[in-house]
Each structure stands twice: as structure tokens, then as C-alpha cells.
């Protein structure tokens, strides 16, 4: 086999490389397809699939994950031997993809799909474009994906947040409304711009609901000095004494409607009701909800994204930053049935 040297920061005789030219972000055609026409041009096959990986895992050359070294030899495509402790790592080690038995390619092109449609893609949906053989593969895939939607080190909230509850899940039929106990109690804290316009989102599932769950979600997820918009529910003001500054809103004795006082948080949850019963069809299991919530939250917050390659990019930027999640953690949590389809009468 061919074996090469791969040292960080050397060129071709010796040389110190030339450094990188610096560039405001990532540009479509230079980092990542901006059609599916380029996204079949650069990804042909499992080769070049790898090679992306390994520009994303490691922008400036390979480090090993147990001594830091940055001298290795490529044994083989995807696969490194460290030259100092001679441990070998694979491109996908310890990623999303790790011990995956599909091919990379299709990897790829779920995360393309995922992206590409603006509501995104069920399970069954991923399914039938992939030709996937099976909806338990399509889900598990599916789950791997939105372990990755989320940034480890995303920083909190700041400025002015509007945060409130709602509750999705079981579907209203007619004349029958919904049984609150059979739904689930969201949490919703989002960015209020000035003079109009919305920020970031943060979403958690409470179980339960109580102040002491809504005051812990406030703060994990928003900076301390912020000033917190809420209704006038009486679990909110000890709040202050974390060093918020807090401003309710008493919805039920204002002459303007709730979505007025707190438009952000209504408007959220208008968009995510509607993409959990558009996209998803209501179809989840409350174990599940928060990785639910993440898609949404990843999908918001880059909502002005005009590329949507873009999104394909840091899914992928983060999908190797991701510690692995074998299939059978998803399937010991109650994996549903795919949904069924509903007949018309002719």
C-alpha cells in the first residue's frame, strides 16, 4: 500500500505553507455545493465524501484524538496512524457516522435533503428519496442527524427575551379538543430585536412544569443581566433575584391580545405547532420531543440563510464534532410506526 507523510504546516520540499487567506465565512462552490447539481459533482462517491470529512474534522491537517501529534500516515483512505503513538483513527471515528453500514454518500445526501427543503423531511420522506430499505434505518438516521443540530458552545440569549410555554402533541379532532395531559409542556425563550424583528430561539421540553423548571431553562439559556419579557404567571419574579431584569405582561387584564404583549413567543409557537403537525404529522413520542425541538431550533435560527448548501455546511461542520449515537439508543425509546396513509374516497 502507499503510505504518505502528512505533517501540518510544511510544504511540498520543506517550505513553511503560506497561510490560509482569511474570508469573512464559508462560500458557496469553495466550501460547500450551492445546488444539487454541484452536490453530485463534488460527491461521486464515498472517496470524495471522505475527503470533505477530513477538510471539516481537521481544517489545519490531522490531529490525533489521544496525543495531539500532528504528524500520521494515511494507511489507507479515511484512515490515519499517528506517528508518535501510532494509534490509528479513522476520518469517522467518534462522529455521527461511526460504524455506519451506509454508504457515505447516502449520509451526505440525507443531510442535503434535510437541509434543502425548508420545512425539512419526515422519516418516511427520507425514506422513499434514499430508497432506504427500511423506515427504522430512515428514523435512526434521522435521530443521528439532530444530535448534531445543536453547538455544544452556543452562547445564551442576551438583550430583551420573551419567554413563555405552550403545549404540543395530541391532535384536536373535530368537536373534540385535546386533553392537556396528553400533551407536552414546551418552553420557549426567544430574542426580541429593536425596533422589530426576532433573534435566536431556545426550545426544552418540561417534565414537569413547574417554576422551578421554567426558572432552571431560563437560566441555562439566557445570560444573566438580559431583561426577561414574560406573562404575569407568579413563578416568574424570582427571577430578579438571579440578576434579571423582569418585565411581565399580565395577558389576562390587558385589552390587547396575548400575541400582541408577546408577540415573539406566539409566533414561535405558531411555526412550531405547524411544523410538528405539517412535517411530522404529530407523530413523536415525548421521549424524543427535544430532539424534535433542536430541528426546529436549527432550522430558525439560520431561517435567513439564503443558500441553503449553507445548512448542509454546518450540519456537516458539526456532524464530526458529534459523539457517536448507537442505533439501539434510539430503538430501547419506543420507535413509532411509520405513519399511516390516509385514504381519500374517490
Same mark, same amino acid.
Not at 46 to 72: H, Q
Not at 126 to 153: F, I, N, T
Not at 218 to 246: E, F, L, M, Q
Given at each position: 500500500?502507499?503510505?504518505?507523510?502528512?505533517?501540518?504546516?510544511?510544504?511540498?520540499?520543506?517550505?513553511?505553507?503560506?497561510?490560509?487567506?482569511?474570508?469573512?465565512?464559508?462560500?458557496?462552490?469553495?466550501?460547500?455545493?450551492?445546488?444539487?447539481?454541484?452536490?453530485?459533482?463534488?460527491?461521486?462517491?464515498?472517496?470524495?465524501?471522505?475527503?470533505?470529512?477530513?477538510?471539516?474534522?481537521?481544517?489545519?491537517?490531522?490531529?490525533?484524538?489521544?496525543?495531539?501529534?500532528?504528524?500520521?500516515?494515511?494507511?489507507?483512505?479515511?484512515?490515519?496512524?499517528?506517528?508518535?503513538?501510532?494509534?490509528?483513527?479513522?476520518?469517522?471515528?467518534?462522529?455521527?457516522?461511526?460504524?455506519?453500514?451506509?454508504?457515505?454518500?447516502?449520509?451526505?445526501? %440525507?443531510?442535503?435533503?434535510?437541509?434543502?427543503?425548508?420545512?425539512?423531511?419526515?422519516?418516511?420522506?427520507?425514506?422513499?428519496?434514499?430508497?432506504?430499505?427500511?423506515?427504522?434505518?430512515?428514523? %435512526?438516521?434521522?435521530?443521528?442527524? =439532530?444530535?448534531?443540530?445543536?453547538?455544544?458552545?452556543?452562547?445564551?440569549?442576551?438583550?430583551?427575551?420573551?419567554?413563555?410555554?405552550?403545549?404540543?402533541?395530541?391532535?384536536?379532532?373535530?368537536?373534540?379538543?385535546?386533553?392537556?395531559?396528553?400533551?407536552? %409542556?414546551?418552553?420557549?425563550?426567544?430574542?426580541?430585536?429593536?425596533?422589530?424583528?426576532?433573534?435566536?430561539?431556545?426550545?426544552?421540553?418540561?417534565?414537569?412544569?413547574?417554576?422551578?423548571?421554567?426558572?432552571?431553562?431560563?437560566?441555562?439559556?439566557?445570560?444573566?443581566?438580559?431583561?426577561?419579557?414574560?406573562?404575569?404567571?407568579?413563578?416568574?419574579?424570582?427571577?430578579?433575584?438571579?440578576?434579571?431584569?423582569?418585565?411581565?405582561?399580565?395577558?389576562?387584564?390587558?385589552?390587547?391580545?396575548?400575541?400582541?404583549?408577546?408577540?415573539?413567543?406566539?409566533?414561535?409557537?405558531?411555526?412550531?405547532?405547524?411544523?410538528?403537525?405539517?412535517?411530522?404529522?404529530?407523530?413523536?413520542?415525548?421521549?424524543?420531543?427535544?430532539?424534535?425541538?433542536?430541528?426546529?431550533?436549527?432550522?430558525?435560527?439560520? =431561517?435567513?440563510?439564503?443558500?441553503?448548501?449553507?445548512?448542509?455546511?454546518?450540519?456537516?461542520?458539526?456532524?464530526?464534532?458529534?459523539?457517536?449515537?448507537?442505533?439501539?439508543?434510539?430503538?430501547?425509546?419506543?420507535?413509532?410506526?411509520?405513519?399511516?396513509?390516509?385514504?381519500?374516497?374517490?
Amino acid at each position: 500500500m502507499d503510505w504518505c507523510l502528512y505533517v501540518v504546516g510544511v510544504g511540498a520540499e520543506g517550505t513553511t505553507a503560506e497561510p490560509p487567506q482569511l474570508r469573512l465565512g464559508p462560500v458557496a462552490g469553495v466550501d460547500y455545493p450551492g445546488t444539487w447539481q454541484a452536490f453530485e459533482s463534488w460527491f461521486a462517491d464515498d472517496e470524495a465524501c471522505r475527503a470533505y470529512l477530513e477538510r471539516l474534522r481537521w481544517p489545519e491537517g490531522f490531529c490525533c484524538p489521544a496525543c495531539a501529534s500532528t504528524r500520521a500516515w494515511r494507511t489507507r483512505p479515511g484512515l490515519w496512524k499517528c506517528a508518535s503513538c501510532h494509534r490509528k483513527t479513522s476520518v469517522t471515528a467518534r462522529t455521527i457516522f461511526h460504524r455506519s453500514r451506509l454508504p457515505l454518500r447516502t449520509w451526505f445526501a %440525507a443531510c442535503w435533503f434535510v437541509c434543502s427543503q425548508k420545512n425539512g423531511v419526515s422519516a418516511l420522506g427520507l425514506q422513499r428519496v434514499l430508497g432506504l430499505g427500511s423506515y427504522e434505518s430512515a428514523w %435512526a438516521m434521522m435521530h443521528k442527524l =439532530r444530535r448534531a443540530m445543536v453547538r455544544p458552545d452556543r452562547g445564551p440569549l442576551s438583550g430583551f427575551v420573551e419567554v413563555d410555554e405552550t403545549f404540543v402533541g395530541a391532535r384536536e379532532h373535530a368537536g373534540h379538543k385535546a386533553r392537556r395531559d396528553t400533551k407536552a %409542556a414546551v418552553a420557549i425563550a426567544v430574542e426580541t430585536l429593536q425596533p422589530k424583528g426576532f433573534g435566536r430561539v431556545r426550545l426544552r421540553y418540561l417534565e414537569p412544569l413547574s417554576a422551578v423548571t421554567v426558572r432552571g431553562f431560563i437560566s441555562d439559556v439566557v445570560a444573566v443581566g438580559s431583561t426577561v419579557r414574560t406573562d404575569g404567571w407568579n413563578g416568574y419574579p424570582p427571577i430578579t433575584k438571579a440578576g434579571y431584569r423582569h418585565v411581565a405582561v399580565n395577558v389576562m387584564h390587558s385589552t390587547e391580545p396575548a400575541h400582541i404583549g408577546l408577540p415573539g413567543v406566539h409566533r414561535v409557537a405558531s411555526l412550531l405547532k405547524r411544523w410538528l403537525e405539517g412535517t411530522l404529522q404529530s407523530g413523536f413520542d415525548h421521549s424524543h420531543l427535544d430532539y424534535y425541538l433542536d430541528e426546529f431550533t436549527f432550522r430558525f435560527n439560520r =431561517r435567513t440563510s439564503r443558500r441553503r448548501g449553507l445548512l448542509f455546511y454546518r450540519l456537516l461542520e458539526q456532524a464530526v464534532r458529534t459523539e457517536p449515537h448507537p442505533r439501539q439508543q434510539f430503538l430501547a425509546r419506543n420507535l413509532p410506526h411509520p405513519p399511516k396513509r390516509r385514504r381519500h374516497n374517490m
